[in-house]
């Protein structure tokens, strides 16, 4: 079973880092797996995407994702510059990293998540370079919201990814944003 | 000194070319004038030696030239810098 | 053995440290740069002993290598298109050296205008400077073609240099899972470095001086048999390396249910991928079409293509690649292959996927299909087809 | 300083090369191996050099020696440094001899960037002031006025200051040499192979073919450009400006020779007029004035 997974978020943000944390977690799962960039020159502040596949089968496929089973959001404004539905497939899950709640988004037609990644950083003071840092979190939303990674397997990618301290309070963000994530389809919105 | 190779499998993988003496021939040949010593104005300073573009004069024990006319090109350098006057280029016989 | 995940590019410097290359001479240049990136990590965190030259052009990294490699260390540089161009005339001086020099080139359409997306012009355009060309469909296989690639080079048949190229984006950027073997298992493979000459103070030599018309012609002819034994040593070597690391990759051309194929649909790079999903979706519809990937573009496996032709009905080439005025290289050298052959095939040469326009499994089963149709009417409308191409 | 008796009998440029009759550069190549003895990797881009090895299967050299691209020789030596590194050889000297086109032309760019990345090597420009391999073009350091066959009226533009444009690289040595001062140059060479990093020579290597002279002329035209003050022997060592003899005895105008006599003694300054004569006085005149003024700065 393939699943496509896109990321939207902002140059710098780490929409790729994202992606490769994502898979990596679905790789010790025992997943194939491919994360890759969308082609192109990134830039600050702009908008971007990265993508992900998760996959049962050996990935031959090398084209870009067009239809996405999911979408993860990193920057609360850009939904309203960037269409994060394009070729979503209908009924598909979108987690997004707001303050607010699924139903003050819009989003009709959508399975939305929300969790406030960006609150979870300032609160554990996870900044890099001043930013708060919310690539990694919201990938435990995304592995609640989703099932199709287990937490306990983001949170070793996480910590492969970095080590020490820095691993240790992305791991703690990515927990917190799995225990608060809204879901806009079970009523909990 | 290196053999002029025959056969392809007698060439190198690459052109690899050894170290000769007359790798342009006997350059010799190309002389209109050629320098002769006068051992006896000679004051074995070593000039001509140092400024021969050919390496045609080889220093000799007691430091007096000794010209290698095979290779000598004739350049006259020698002459027009000999400090005594002790080298004349004179016209090659035919 | 350790499975990571990675990109290509940075599988190409993990090929290179475990290759043990001695110098790395190379000028960055999207999209290859994170190749060079990985290795200058690898230098100066001293995981590889190493001199890594931060040259200030392709054209110099190029002779950076030359010049090390015929002073007797292995050498490996990467680059992408322009850079590739300003090496030309370095490229040819590699292969006239017959140094076994390796390098990654990560594929990119030439300007203008500025594009950094993948095609194959770069690399197709220095087909005839006597470098052995191997194209990649993943990540595991740039690194595997890296180290197979030096084991073919340094062979004493051969004695030239090889490009192991990859698709920008496509492989460059994109992360995947790879095996990477145990260090002593790659040098059983890979012994130390072999060249075929090296400058040495004791034995002293002019190399590449003035080589008149007489003996000019014999060390081209040297050359031409080098790349015949290549073409032997290849699936050999590919074998050989199956047989150590498990991965294995059909030689020089990949072939995927060609089987009493009607059609056999030749790609190269990662098309060659795709296009075994379009295969595989053609024969549910009970389509008999077969794929087969060049993998080995320099010395170019015309016997393999002649077989492939023998079993089949028609051959359509794909293309990442437009030789202006004409076709597709690997549309024209599927033909000249075929010339000498009593009973060709059909044949239909389609250009896709220019400047990273995407090619996916669907466009591939569109090319199929149009092909199957010539093949129903038993001619071709048009030799060269431009695939996805606006009206 | 050496003496010429002590210059070593052993000859690593071997007799019967195909250098031209009264070849300047062959005086100093063969003076480089009297410096440096036959321990050394010459790399050697398209120039005349390339010539006077002569055809495969022979060479003159009798040292190992590279034919590398023509404008690749900084870079080429880059190579064979770090290669001698990684093999833990030490005992040789890596030496790029160039051209004046392949150095300040085609090649200025992989000599910057040798020289910025303080490779440990030896890059001597043999100028004679004209592309001299396929038969004297302008090159970027041919003088004002000079007829070369693509300036058959006279170069319009002044020679670029290669040296000073290596000395701004910050490297270690920078020194000026001429044919005509086999010593200077035989001193120059061997206290650059003592120093770590890049150090650059620019040796005046007088062409009677090019230069339309005798050829018997070679030394007496060298002898004259560093005697008249057109061409002038210093070195620039760790940022120091120094006037090596004879050069240091000319700040005073009035030692210099008149320009004139170098000029009358080639065909290719037939052309000059008056006028162009005066103005390279002049030119030569705030030379010196700059050199002056570097020299005190450096006491």
């Known amino acids: ?111 939305v998540g929300t969790v406030d990644a960006t609150g979870i950083a300032l609160e554990l003071n996870l900044l890099v370079a001043g930013s708060p840092v919310v690539n990694t979190s919201i990938l435990g939303a995304f592995a609640k919201a989703s099932g199709e990674v287990k937490l306990a397997s983001v949170l070793q990618a996480v910590k492969e990814t970095w080590s020490g301290g820095a691993g240790e309070k992305n791991a703690r963000a990515t927990e917190l944003a799995y225990e608060r994530l809204t879901r806009w389809w079970d009523g909990e919105g | 000194m290196a053999s002029v190779p025959k056969k392809r499998k007698d060439l190198p993988l690459t052109p690899l070319s050894c170290p000769t003496e007359g790798s342009m021939g006997k350059t010799g040949s190309w002389r209109i004038f050629r320098p002769e010593v006068n051992c006896s104005k000679c004051t074995r300073c070593t000039i001509c030696w140092v400024f021969c573009p050919d390496a045609a004069i080889t220093r000799l024990e007691d430091d007096s030239p000794k010209i290698d006319y095979d290779y000598c090109k004739g350049c006259g350098i020698c002459a027009n810098e000999c400090p005594v006057k002790a080298i004349v280029m004179v016209r090659e016989e035919e | 053995m350790k499975r990571i995940v990675d990109t290509a590019n940075h599988l190409a410097g993990y090929a290179a440290k475990a290759a043990r290359v001695k110098v ?19 230098v100066e965190s001293g995981q590889m002993d190493a001199e890594y030259i931060r040259v200030e052009s392709e054209h110099s990294a190029m002779v950076a290598c030359i010049a090390a490699a015929a002073t007797g260390v292995r050498t490996f540089t990467a680059t992408s298109a322009h850079g590739l161009a300003l090496m030309h005339e370095a490229l040819h001086w590699a292969s006239g050296s017959r140094l076994p020099i390796v390098m990654a080139v990560v594929n990119r359409a030439m300007g203008a205008p500025w594009s950094i997306w993948p095609d194959m012009s770069d690399s197709l355009s220095q087909r005839d400077t006597g470098w052995i060309q191997f194209y990649c469909a993943d990540n595991q296989e740039v690194f595997d073609t890296i180290l197979q690639a030096y084991k073919l080079c340094e062979d004493e048949r051969v004695f030239l240099p090889a490009m192991v190229c990859l698709e920008g984006f496509i492989l460059s950027h994109t992360y995947a899972p790879a095996k990477l073997p145990d260090q002593a298992t790659v040098d059983d493979f890979l012994p130390p470095y072999k060249s075929g000459w090296v400058l040495d103070v004791n034995k002293p030599y002019s190399h590449a001086n003035l080589v008149s018309p007489e003996w000019y012609m014999e060390f081209r002819y040297m050359i031409q048999e080098a790349m015949e034994n290549a073409k032997r040593l290849v699936p050999q070597i590919d074998r050989e390396y199956g047989k150590c690391f498990g991965s294995e990759y059909g030689g020089l051309v990949e072939k995927y249910r060609c089987e009493g194929a009607d059609l056999v649909l030749l790609t190269m790079g990662t098309m060659g991928s795709d296009a075994k999903l379009a295969v595989d979706k053609l024969r549910k519809e009970g389509l008999n079409v077969g794929s087969a990937r060049v993998r080995v573009y320099r010395p170019f496996p015309m016997e393999e293509i002649v077989k492939l032709a023998a079993g089949s009905r028609m051959i359509a080439t794909m293309d990442r690649h437009i030789s202006f005025g004409m076709e597709g290289f690997l549309g024209s050298e599927v033909k000249a292959s075929l010339y000498g052959q009593e009973d060709r095939p059909l044949f239909a040469g389609f250009i896709a996927g220019l400047g990273g326009r995407d090619v996916t499994a669907e466009t591939i089963e569109k090319v199929a299909k149009k092909s199957l149709r010539m093949l129903d009417m038993g001619k071709v409308e048009k030799e060269t087809e431009w695939v996805d191409l606006r009206e | 300083m050496v003496t010429m008796k002590e210059l070593p009998r052993e000859e690593y440029l071997l007799k019967g090369h195909a250098a031209c009759a009264g070849c300047g550069p062959a005086v100093s190549l063969r003076m480089l191996f009297k410096a440096l003895g036959n321990k050394v990797f010459l790399v050697v881009p398209a120039c005349c050099t390339t010539v006077i090895q002569g055809p495969y299967p022979f060479t003159s050299f009798a040292v190992p020696l590279q034919n590398v691209l023509f404008e690749s020789t900084g870079a080429a030596a880059s190579g064979v440094v770090a290669a001698l590194r990684q093999r833990r050889i030490d ?20 000599l910057s960037g040798a020289a910025e990345r303080g490779t440990n090597f030896i890059y001597i420009c043999y100028d004679n002031e004209a592309y001299g391999n396929t038969g004297m073009q302008r090159s970027g350091l041919t003088p004002y006025g000079a007829w070369t066959t693509t300036t058959p009226s006279g170069k319009k533009e002044r020679k670029k200051d290669m040296p000073m444009i290596m000395a701004a690289h910050k490297i270690p040595y920078v020194a000026t040499a001429c044919t005509a001062f086999p010593l200077d140059f035989v001193n120059k060479v061997r206290k650059a192979k003592d120093i770590l990093g890049t150090k650059y020579i620019h040796l005046l290597a007088p062409c009677p073919t090019g230069w339309r002279c005798d050829t018997s002329k070679t030394i007496e035209m060298g002898r004259l450009a560093v005697q008249t003050g057109l061409f002038v022997l210093y070195e620039v060592e760790n940022g120091k400006f120094k006037l090596n003899p004879p050069s240091d005895r000319l700040v005073d105008k009035s030692k210099r020779k008149p320009v004139k006599e170098y000029f009358a003694g080639q065909g290719r300054f037939r052309g000059l007029s008056e006028q162009d004569v005066a103005k390279i006085e002049k030119w030569v005149d705030e030379d010196w004035d700059q050199y002056r003024r570097l020299a005190s700065e450096c006491v």
């Open chain 1, 1 to 111: 079973m393939l699943r496509e997974i896109r990321i939207h978020g902002r140059g710098g943000q780490g929409s790729v880092t994202a992606a490769t944390v994502l898979v990596q977690a679905a790789f010790i799962e025992g997943k194939w797996v491919q994360a890759f960039p969308y082609f192109g020159a990134e830039r600050r502040g702009a908008p971007v995407k990265a993508f992900a596949r998760i996959s049962s089968e050996p990935l031959l496929v090398h084209s870009q994702v067009y239809n996405p089973d999911y979408v993860i959001v990193l920057d609360p404004y850009i939904y309203k510059v960037v269409d994060v539905t394009e070729g979503l497939k209908k009924g598909s899950v979108i987690v997004m990293n707001t303050k607010r709640k699924p139903a003050e988004l819009g989003l009709e037609g959508w399975r």
């Open chain 3, 24 to 42: 790395v001479a190379a000028y960055p240049i999207t999209p290859q740069t994170t190749v060079v990136e990985k290795i200058a990590d690898f």
């Open chain 4, 91 to 110: 005992d040789v000297t890596v030496v790029g001899w160039a051209g004046d086109g392949g150095t300040a032309d085609i090649g200025i760019q992989a």
